[in-house]
């Protein structure tokens, strides 16, 4: 047995594999052949990032990057040992209750060591034996000296430069990691290979060292000083430093950096402020929520980040990268919630019109390079004359955090609400609850009886906008034309109508959307004018389909104010969202928390005063014939995922790849309602048990969700697939999942052999269905006809089964 295996270590393994099985959304662990010694494999844990903040916290351990090997032994079975192991996780100042200013000062003790915040990827090194190591990412590991295919391997080049440089060898620190029983954990600075925010100078390019853990359950790290030593012995850039005495001091001293953003003469993004817990509190009363959830006397760190005008540069990136991935170069496609800035309003209509001048020299963006040489651009043509207007006109046009793009100052007299959604979001029921809290005039168009509805619901606007002066407009809005018709009807009065929207983006997968929207009908059943809950032929759900694909998103100009909404809000939270923009842009008194729950109630409650059969008006609705086929609809967007890694990223990207996501991209041609094919009735009736198992599900009311792991991107120069692996049940509990259980444990091998998502075809020309070919293809090692594959890393997908008709 491993020389360093502790019951202790061990023990916390088991643990997190018992979670693992319980929950796998909360923990899950990858499998790797170590590149130094393929005999060997490793286990790399990855947590569900959201989690650590709660209290009690529902992982066995805070480590954020965890690496485990199992080891057989003869007395005990299987043991394990900690290979590598980062810190754990840490918060910035008033991200959670124990980072305030106030609670630092009562939970932890000096020193406090302030590191200078590196800005690039993180990489382990630790010993996989006593003459080899590993190098790792966050959570996984390096293609061995291969550079050019991950942060690992890359982490992996530059150490192996260090130890030319130094005259050292990799069995040498293997040893001394080894005896030690240490990882070394690091930050990987190389524009080159990957930018940031922050430009690296060659003399700052490479491993910058910044601290040494103990390898063991308990968060250990060793002082700077040590640190510091370490790195000058093996040729990393040392991580500066300072050391101060109080929580006031570390706040002086950084609030003093963040007026210039510089220290000792270099750009900071900020410091981590390394420190431990005491006991009993230094100051002050222990106040449960702000009390540290670490034990006392553990290693503690927090960190002080500076938002200006890192934040800003960070939108500056994710704006562009979603300008380039989305077929609409508008301002209309970009996040609102990143647009608060002038700065940044003024640098999305000048990115646009360079991406329109010469899209070559944004190659490679999207897997991070060009983007400080894309800001620095900028930021000299903000320094001319055309720049300084254009950052002048966008000053003029303040903004607020719900959007607002107009003159704050612009005189409105009336306001009409815009809802622009999709059926099932529950506009309804917030405006019901609206309407109880303020009196605001409320009409629907599905209560319109007439043939031509559109005119009548307009008319019923305008006519209650003349006796009160907030107007809800229940409609889905869905389309530009809708909006148009609203401001039209309006443009006669004076002072001007305000139009306030209610805003449902799109920023989710349509599939995830569906889901939502889909669940909220079926819940409400029969309590709805025309679109009611149909549990056997689900031609509900082909109806908000035809809403999503056909919705044209909210653009800029459109309304003079636009407050953001989430279609995963409980409707507590959306009245809450709601009632905040009203007491803000429309001066309503704030109505007490009891007065909410009334509405909330109310809503709650609601039933239409009418119901209408539509066209098929006293006639029974059709139901539909069998489907053609049967799938998962994963919740994931292609374009968005093929995005993020075909220029590059961490992997080698063969151009023929490349070259075909590009067409497909620039062609419209990836697919915008992905599936994953389970069986299609031309396979009957060789498959009738597999279509009937399928039947059985597709007939619940709502059947099990899904997940399922996104293998590789797998490709010919026809078509392009993504390989679907580890198909499992998302979460345990009622009947229904145990229905799905049982479903996927009858799957046969060859059906999970073929399942796969088709991300879209080269032209009209060629059939989808030769992604199944493809695939099957690839899973037999097959060349002819399979051009190459790229493995997706942690890459997880869930959705529920439908029954498809085309």
């Not at 190659?363 to 000299?380: A, C, M, N, P, V």
């Amino acid at each position: 047995m491993s020389s360093q295996y502790s019951k202790d270590d061990s023990d916390l393994i088991e643990e997190l594999m018992r979670l693992s099985k319980k929950s796998p959304k909360l923990v899950k662990s990858t499998v790797y052949q170590a590149p130094a010694r393929p005999d060997i494999s490793v286990r790399s844990w990855k947590m569900n990032e959201y989690k650590y903040n709660n209290i009690p916290c529902p992982f066995p351990t805070l480590a954020r990057g965890l690496f485990t090997e199992d080891i057989e032994d003869q007395g005990d079975g299987i043991v394990h040992r900690i290979v590598a192991r980062g810190y754990d996780k840490f918060f910035n100042i008033g991200e959670v209750p124990w980072t305030t200013w106030s609670s630092l000062e009562s939970h932890t003790a000096p020193p406090y060591t302030l590191t200078l915040k590196s800005n690039g990827c993180i990489i382990f090194i630790a010993p996989l034996t006593p003459t080899k190591l590993l190098v790792t990412s966050k959570h996984s590991v390096g293609p061995g000296t291969d550079a050019t295919k991950s942060h690992a391997g890359r982490g992996e080049m530059w150490l192996r430069k260090q130890f030319e440089k130094t005259g050292k060898t990799e069995e040498q620190m293997a040893k001394l990691l080894w005896e030690n029983n240490w990882t070394a954990v690091a930050e990987l600075c190389d524009d080159e290979f990957e930018e940031h925010v922050l430009p690296y100078p060659p003399e700052k390019t490479g491993l910058h060292l910044h601290g040494i853990n103990e390898s063991t359950r308990a968060f250990k790290t060793l002082p700077p000083d040590t640190v510091t030593s370490f790195a000058r012995e093996w040729g990393f850039i040392e991580t500066p430093y300072t050391t101060l005495k109080s929580i006031p001091e570390v706040k002086q001293f950084t609030d003093e950096v963040s007026k210039t953003g510089f220290w000792n003469g270099e750009p900071v993004e900020g410091f981590v402020v390394r420190t431990h817990v005491t006991e009993p509190p230094t100051k002050g009363e222990k106040q449960p929520p702000s009390l540290s959830p670490y034990p006392p006397g553990s290693t503690f760190f927090f960190k002080v980040k500076f938002d200006e005008p890192y934040m800003m540069y960070r939108d500056w990136r994710e704006v562009t990268k979603t300008l380039l991935s989305k077929g609409s170069l508008s301002p209309g496609s970009v996040s609102k919630a990143k647009m608060k800035r002038p700065e940044t309003r003024l640098y999305v209509n000048w990115v646009i019109g360079e991406i329109k001048r010469d899209r070559k020299q944004f190659d490679g963006y999207t897997s991070g390079h060009g983007i400080i040489r894309t800001r620095e651009r900028f930021l000299e043509w903000l320094k001319g004359e055309e720049g300084k207007k254009g950052l002048k006109d966008e000053k003029e046009q303040k903004t607020d955090e719900y959007g607002l793009t107009g003159q704050q100052d612009r005189e409105f007299g009336k306001t009409i609400i815009v809802p622009v959604a999709v059926p099932g979001c529950g506009k309804t029921a917030i405006a019901v609850a609206i309407v109880h809290l303020f009196g605001f005039g409320h009409t629907q168009s599905d209560d319109v009886k007439a043939k031509k509805a559109a005119p009548v619901f307009i008319k019923n606007v305008v006519d209650l906008l003349k006796t009160h002066d907030v107007v809800i407009a229940d409609k889905n809005n869905h389309l530009r034309q809708h909006r148009e018709q609203l401001r039209e009807a309006t443009k006669s009065f004076r002072p001007r109508v305000r139009l306030m929207a209610l805003n449902w983006s799109f920023d989710q997968p349509l599939a995830t959307i569906h889901r939502i929207c889909g669940d909220r009908v079926l819940e409400r059943g029969e309590n709805h004018q025309t679109l009611r809950a149909d549990t056997l032929g689900k031609t509900h759900e082909d109806v908000i389909w035809q809403f999503l694909h056909n919705a044209e998103e909210l653009d800029d100009g459109e309304v003079d104010v636009s407050v953001e909404m989430k279609f995963d809000d409980t409707l507590e939270q959306a009245v809450n969202r709601v009632v905040d923009a009203c007491v803000k842009i429309l001066g309503v008194p704030r109505p007490s928390p009891e007065k909410i729950e009334e509405a909330l109630q109310a809503a709650k409650g609601y039933a239409p005063r009418v119901k209408n059969n539509g066209k098929d008006k006293g006639k029974k609705a059709k139901t539909p014939g069998p489907p053609r086929y049967f799938g998962l609809l994963p919740e994931v967007d292609c374009e968005d995922l093929l995005s993020k890694i075909m220029e590059g990223g961490s992997f080698d990207v063969p151009e023929s790849a490349r070259t075909l996501y590009e067409a497909m991209r620039d062609e419209n041609r990836i697919s915008k309602r992905p599936h994953v094919t389970i069986v299609h009735s031309k396979s009957l009736p060789a498959e009738s048990d597999l279509w009937e198992r399928c039947m059985n599900i597709y007939r619940l009311p709502t059947g099990p969700l899904f997940e399922f792991k996104l293998g590789h991107v797998v490709w010919n120069d026809r078509i392009m697939a993504i390989t679907v692996e580890d198909l499992r049940v998302a979460s345990e509990g009622d009947a229904q999942q145990q229905e799905g259980h049982e479903y996927v444990s009858k799957l046969p091998p060859e059906v999970r052999d073929r399942l796969h998502i088709t991300v879209g075809t080269r032209d009209p020309t060629v059939a989808p269905v030769e992604a199944k070919t493809l695939v099957e293809k690839w899973r037999k090692g097959e060349k002819v006809g399979v051009s190459g594959s790229i493995p997706l890393q942690d890459t997880f997908a869930k959705g529920r089964l439908k029954g498809l008709f085309s």
